[in-house]
């Protein structure tokens, strides 16, 4: 018989998809910050994934999940932007860094090619209109 059998072959294929289909959602990995709260309305959805810069409690600074030190911040984005169409990103930060620390980090991005910084808070925080000043 020359012909080869291809059964046992397509039946692990199937497993092995079927592990990776099950896996690949438990290896996203995030840094927990706890972003503040605001009543502003979401950004719309564009077709290139946006960039998305974290700063962490502690002061650390990622691209997506990678840390980045902070002197090669600026160079970082600078090749990220020239690699993309879109100069969009969204800014991460806890509600614990210092005000001052989340510019340092906005320059960084506006010297970097990124002119569309879409700051990402929670939804639901409170509002300047009448409800919000009696605690509701």
Do not use: C
């Amino acid at each position: 018989m020359s012909e080869i059998n291809v059964t046992p072959f397509v039946d692990v294929m199937l497993v092995l998809l079927i592990i990776f289909m099950v896996a690949a959602p438990l290896l996203t990995a995030g840094v927990p910050i706890e972003l503040p709260e605001s009543a502003a309305a979401p950004l719309p959805q564009e077709n290139e994934e946006p960039l998305a810069v974290t700063i962490a409690a502690d002061g650390r600074v990622l691209i997506g999940s990678t840390e980045v030190p902070r002197d090669e911040l600026l160079t970082r984005l600078r090749g990220i932007s020239a690699e993309r169409t879109s100069n969009k990103v969204f800014l991460r930060a806890d509600g614990n860094v210092p005000y001052g620390e989340i510019m340092v980090v906005m320059g960084a991005l506006n010297a970097g090619g990124f002119r569309d910084i879409g700051l990402v808070t929670e939804a639901g925080g409170p509002t300047l209109d009448g409800d919000a000043a009696q605690g509701n």
